[in-house]
């Protein structure tokens, strides 16, 4: 599971903050976490009294009502005490029959469709609540005793009351997606979402990450569509009645939350790995651009097969784009979904800064080691699952793009974390109380689990840590899994005792926060003073790099106390001394130096975390020391994209000395920069300038391919001449994708027209999954300058509808925190008006407080 919200947001609100309101709410987005009951509840494994071995489902949907019709037969066993009852899960179904399968003197194992016309079938005693079949079995099983239940039954998952969260917006389980074909702009399509717990909305099943069964799943569709569900299509049989039936048949057990079904009118593009099928199911309008999205994936599967030294097991990957999908992305075994933010053209592919459709398929592909092959057993240790894939998005770039583009990517998670555990609290990464299993899908799991692996590689060295991960693989194939199991990898591996590591980070919260000091003042030492700061001590090994007499020498130490000194040889007083060298530790830090140790330190040290803490640094001195600005001027032209665009937006051009210096290197890397974000961070200095020689450079910047480009040159020409800006803006509104689509409504905003109301609520219409509520906000920024009551109430109630509709907590408070001052700019400006125009600002305020209290009210989870 990918959860992306953020990360569309950003997209849509780097560099456009259209009135001032969108930091403003970014500030005061999170809640805290509060005292809650269900905190005391132990959340203990599901126990196991029956273990699913096969499921075969056989299924046909209803559209006009929305609901599946379905046949499923479960054959189990008891898993170790003997029992004549069975519980399957069932959300909101409606239970036609609940039968035993027989054929001859045995049960049915594996039921061929033979067999079951030849069985008998014995009506089953049993209760359903709703939630859940209580079914009396016809006799007492032992264990390793097979039996078959038949139940058919029709699901109902738009009648079912569930409640999503902030990772998984929804839980109906079962989605159809314009099912009447009323909206043109909308493709039809049919698509499942299982984790948590909702695959038991579309069918009975144990629906527990301990459970592990085969399946076969027989889909009829209209012939005019194609299907996709796990493992490998065995059968397409043509029906009289103009639909086709489809069966796809899983030979290797899987969880029930990673069961799918798709269906819609995709196209298929093929690719492979090995002899293995690969295929990308995208919309047709977008198949010239599959291989663009998705054609690193071949290559993925070799790495991460010879990374672990374990092939990828499954019979076939297949990724499929869907409309208005409940999260970022789903690893179903062999049959990953995504959200269709990942749906672009080759041109808005140039403008993904943060790679986030490589990390999406990276995160899902990995799963199929850590989540599909070995699962977590119980939503408690989901770090088993989303750490690993959340480490993998390190793995792949570093392998793909480089360790800066590697360590670029590990410090915005870092970054998401904390600011994570800052408004909503910290918590443990293994942790049996929460308040909902929804809550597990968090930064802790993902981010902050990801650079814990990230410091565990860097303790025990690559060689052991994969070799631990390919022990921890091979040992728990096709079983369930919690933080211990790995724990033991690790130590067999290793030969250490490897609890004090996990007892700090799997089962302990919080970072440390260091204050670090220097002492040079007794000749031929150089000593290092480290303070922990609050009341945990921290077990920290790491590495100190000192720099002296012309050379590194590594040192490695282990921070066991609340105040602890380091000292160590030198010939020299030290140009630097590199506390945390490998730039591995969960941590914050005061470091106590001077600024001649950041300008040696970006001229010497390698990573991407000392050339950035440089910068951040020096930039911060460049107005007054010529060192430091000679570091920034550099630093223009660094090796990596991500620290020339980073110093380029810290750039002060309205000093003389900065200017002089940046200009001939910032008109170069406007034009001729490879990479896209780095050419629009470069124009948009030089339009800060708002200087005319520079606006035949922003109209040559027009027709580039990159649409960040073009949105941020639109925006420099409009601080030169915003009515020439509006009037090219009016002429592009016909390829505005992306950043360009961003950069039109900036222009907008700034020429004031109420006559460009259309366009946002265009935007807001055919935007779709995440990226809308960008669009929302984009829409609310430029309404809050519109003084058409009409169109002000019109537009704000698309958005509440949209935003209520998202249900994400995140969202809602956000949104919130946007309509709280765009009401009080209102209110503002009603007292500085008179007769009519101030009643009339006066309602538009009335209905912003209106529309808060619609959101405040509707239900979210945290």
Request: hydrophobic residues 35%; contains cysteine.
């Amino acid at each position: 599971m990918y959860h992306q919200i953020r990360k569309s947001l950003g997209i849509w609100l780097a560099g456009f903050a259209l009135i001032g309101l969108c930091s403003n709410a970014l500030a005061q987005s999170g809640d805290s976490q509060k005292d809650d009951p269900a905190l005391k509840i132990y959340r203990a494994t599901p126990t196991k009294i029956n273990n699913l071995v096969h499921t075969k489902l056989d299924v046909r949907f209803d559209y006009a009502k929305r609901h599946l019709n379905g046949k499923a037969w479960i054959t189990l066993q008891p898993h170790f005490y003997p029992t004549d009852s069975l519980t399957l899960d069932a959300k909101g179904m409606d239970v036609k029959t609940v039968t035993l399968i027989q054929g001859g003197s045995s049960t049915l194992r594996y039921p061929t469709e033979a067999m079951l016309k030849t069985a008998k079938q014995t009506p089953l005693k049993y209760q359903y609540d709703g939630n859940e079949i209580s079914i009396k079995l016809n006799k007492t099983y032992k264990s390793g005793e097979s039996y078959t239940v038949f139940v058919e039954y029709t699901a109902k998952p738009d009648e079912l009351e569930v409640k999503g969260s902030a990772a998984i917006t929804d839980a109906k389980g079962l989605y159809f997606i314009n099912p009447d074909g009323k909206d043109p702009k909308k493709p039809i399509q049919i698509w499942t979402q299982g984790e948590t717990e909702a695959s038991s909305v579309w069918f009975p099943t144990i629906d527990k990450t301990n459970q592990k069964t085969t399946s076969e799943i027989s889909m009829t569709v209209e012939k005019k569509y194609v299907s996709l569900s796990n493992g490998k299509l065995v059968s397409q049989r043509n029906n009289a009645d103009g639909t086709r039936t489809d069966t796809w048949k899983m030979d290797l057990p899987h969880a029930p939350y990673l069961f799918m079904m798709a269906v819609g009118d995709f196209a298929v593009v093929k690719d492979k790995w090995r002899n293995k099928e690969v295929n990308y199911y995208v919309e047709k309008e977008y198949a010239p651009h599959a291989k663009a999205i998705f054609g690193n994936t071949p290559e993925m599967m070799t790495f991460f097969s010879k990374l672990l030294g374990y092939d990828y097991p499954w019979v076939k990957y297949s990724q499929i784009i869907v409309r208005d999908y409940v999260s970022g992305a789903m690893e179903n075994t062999t049959a990953t979904i995504h959200g269709d933010f990942l749906q672009k053209t080759d041109r808005e592919l140039l403008d993904d800064d943060d790679r986030l459709g490589e990390s999406v398929i990276a995160h899902e592909l990995f799963h199929h080691w850590f989540g599909d092959l070995a699962t977590c057993e119980s939503w408690s240790n989901l770090t088993m699952n989303e750490s690993f894939a959340d480490y993998s998005e390190y793995l792949w770039f570093e392998h793909k793009f480089g360790k800066d583009a590697a360590d670029e990517h590990g410090y915005t998670a870092m970054s998401n974390y904390m600011e994570s555990a800052e408004y909503q609290g910290d918590r443990h990464l293994v942790r049996f109380h929460y308040h909902d299993k929804e809550n597990m899908f968090d930064a802790v799991s993902y981010q902050k689990g990801g650079r814990i692996l990230h410091m565990l590689r860097n303790y025990v060295g690559d060689e052991a840590f994969f070799k631990a991960l390919n022990l921890y693989l091979k040992q728990n194939a096709f079983k369930a899994t919690e933080s211990h199991h790995l724990r033991l990898a690790m130590e067999e591996v290793t030969g250490q005792d490897l609890n004090w590591f996990f007892n700090q980070w799997y089962f302990g919260q919080g970072y440390p926060t260091l204050d670090v000091a220097y002492d040079y003042n007794q000749p031929g030492f150089a000593k290092v003073i480290i303070s922990q700061k609050g009341d945990k001590v921290f077990d920290l090994p790491f590495a100190i790099d000192v720099y002296a007499g012309g050379k590194k020498e590594r040192h490695n130490v282990r921070l066991t106390e609340k105040t602890d000194t380091f000292a160590f040889a030198v010939s020299a007083r030290p140009d630097f001394v590199n506390v945390d060298a490998d730039k591995v530790l969960i941590l914050k830090k005061s470091d106590r130096r001077d600024l001649n140790t950041y300008i040696f330190q970006y001229k010497n040290a390698p990573n991407y975390l000392d050339r950035r803490e440089a910068i951040e640094a020096t930039l911060k001195q460049q107005t007054g020391n010529p060192a430091a600005r000679a570091t920034v001027i550099a630093a223009l032209k660094d090796k990596y994209e991500g620290l020339r665009a980073l110093t380029i937006s810290g750039l002060k051009l309205d000093n003389n000395e900065v200017k002089t210096a940046a200009l001939p290197i910032l008109l170069s890397l406007a034009k001729n920069d490879p990479v896209a974000w780095v050419r629009a961070a470069a124009i948009k200095q030089l339009g800060r300038l708002e200087d005319a020689q520079y606006a035949p450079l922003f109209e040559a910047a027009l027709k580039d391919r990159s649409y960040l480009v073009e949105g941020t040159a639109l925006n420099a020409l409009a601080e030169l001449d915003v009515k020439k800006a509006y009037q090219l803006a009016k002429n592009m509104e016909k390829d505005a994708r992306g950043m360009l689509s961003s950069g039109i409504a900036s222009v907008y905003a700034k020429n004031g027209n109420e006559s460009d109301v259309p366009y946002f609520a265009a935007r807001l219409e055919e935007t779709t999954g995440q990226e809308k509520i960008g669009a929302a906000i984009l829409y609310l920024n430029f309404l809050a300058g519109v003084n058409n009551t009409a169109l002000v109430t019109k537009g704000v109630d698309e958005v509440v509808d949209v935003v209520t509709g998202f249900n994400n907590s995140w969202v809602n408070n956000y949104v919130v925190n946007l309509l709280g001052p765009m009401a009080q700019k209102k209110q503002q400006k009603a007292a500085q008006a008179t007769g009519e125009p101030r009643n009339e600002l006066n309602k538009q305020a009335e209905h912003i407080l209106q529309a808060v209290k619609k959101i405040k009210e509707s239900k979210t989870e945290e």
